[in-house]
């Protein structure tokens, strides 16, 4: 407490470059931070969109991942919510209490510290991280790539110290097709189709509870026709789950004249624009997007966990991998190849 801890910690040192462990330097929490001990982290594919190079917002070198689960190790001047050996979920967005989007029930998009959080640093401007002597960069507000991280009071959900944290890491994030699946499943929908190119997340996804797989692969229309066809006149609603602007808007053609609603929740890589004909819009459909489920995130992940306990929702079934940090590439590599769902590296 109050002092430098030394640990392993897997670092971007660059774009394109696996990643390195190395031993990193973690500052104790400065006013209104915590510093928590990193027990587990899940694998996605923002950690892998960044080292990849193409996100505007990534800074190295810097400590990757915001899949993580942990215990409070320290807390810093004016921190009240949080104690030394609460069990915690890193949130990538905070919930401040204060602001105008956390006063709107309408959203969940904190943005009291969004600006440094992006330039990949704490809210007073510095990072917690060196090693070799060198800055490193936080990711995300999170950094879970590491055995310690600091992040702000506000990025931090103190959940039930009963779950396993190798398994309830992943609702720092999580597996969005296969998480609107069981959405979809809890509010009754009747006829469920998983779309996708991969004919092996079949299984999974009706495990899940699609009643339905359909792989744009096997025909030769496209995929809003054959759909629309198949449902007499379209769905009611539509997630698109991939971050691709072509799905993104065969998704939104996919959709019922009057009602149909599709919701963008995959990430498109910077600069990309989507379009249709805006009759579509005028025919009655709706165009909307949602982050992180668009739950207010220190509110909902400790009910998210309650809701694991008691069974009500799956996440064991997204961890099919785990793994030690010194193998954290090889987490990327299954990911790539489409073989995992989610790996846990654990500590
Ligand atoms: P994932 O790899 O587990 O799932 C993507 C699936 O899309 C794969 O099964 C793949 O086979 C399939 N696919 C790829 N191209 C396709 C195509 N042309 N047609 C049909 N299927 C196709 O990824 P994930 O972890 O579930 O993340 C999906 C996306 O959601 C990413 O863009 C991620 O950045 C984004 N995401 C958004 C939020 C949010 O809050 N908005 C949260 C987490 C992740
Ligand atoms: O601009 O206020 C903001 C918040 C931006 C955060 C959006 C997060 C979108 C989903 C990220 C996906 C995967 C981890
Ligand atoms: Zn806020």
Redesign the pocket.
């Known amino acids: 407490v109050g002092k430098v801890i030394s640990c392993k910690a897997a670092v971007a040192w660059e774009a394109k470059q696996p990643l390195s462990i190395e031993t990193v330097e973690v500052e104790p929490p400065k006013e209104g931070e915590v510093r928590v001990q990193i027990l587990a982290t899940g694998v996605?594919?923002?950690d892998a969109y960044t080292l990849g190079g193409a996100d505007s917002e990534g800074k190295f070198p810097c400590i990757l991942g915001?899949?993580g689960g942990g215990v409070v190790e320290s807390v810093g001047p004016g921190v009240t919510s949080v104690a030394s050996g609460d069990h915690v979920i890193p949130l990538?967005?905070p919930q401040c209490r204060v602001c105008k989007?956390c006063r709107s029930s309408k959203t969940n998009?904190?943005?009291t510290i969004?600006s440094t959080q992006?330039q990949g640093v704490m809210p007073d401007g510095t990072s917690r991280f060196t090693c070799k002597g060198k800055t490193v960069y936080h990711f995300?507000g999170t950094s879970t790539f590491s055995e310690y991280t600091v992040l702000p009071e506000m990025s931090v959900a103190k959940v039930n110290p009963a779950a396993p944290l190798d398994k309830i890491c992943l609702l720092g994030?999580g597996c969005v097709g296969l998480a609107v699946i069981m959405g979809a499943k809890a509010a009754g929908a009747s006829r469920i189709i998983a779309v996708d190119i991969n004919p092996d997340k079949w299984a999974i996804a009706q495990q899940f509870g699609a009643t339905e797989f359909f792989n744009p692969k096997d025909h030769n229309k496209p995929t809003q026709q054959v759909l629309v066809e198949m449902t007499d006149g379209g769905l009611d609603y539509t997630f698109e789950c991939i971050g691709n602007i072509k799905t993104m808007k065969a998704a939104l053609e996919a959709c019922h004249k009057g009602w149909g609603v599709s919701t963008i929740?995959g990430?498109a890589a910077a600069g990309q624009e989507i379009s249709t004909r805006p009759f579509q819009l005028v025919t009655g459909r709706v165009w909307k997007g949602t982050?992180?489920g668009g739950w207010k995130s220190r509110d909902s992940v400790p009910q998210l966990v309650e809701d694991y306990l008691a069974k009500k929702i799956k996440v064991d079934e997204f961890a099919t991998h785990s793994m030690p940090l010194d193998d954290i590439n090889k987490a990327f590599e299954l990911m790539h190849d489409g073989k995992s769902i989610r790996s846990v590296v654990t500590y």
Do not use: K
Request: with cysteine; aromatic share 16%; hydrophobic share 40%.
């Open positions: 996605c594919h923002t915001h899949e990538y967005i989007f998009l904190c943005s969004r992006g995300m994030c929740i990430v982050a992180f």
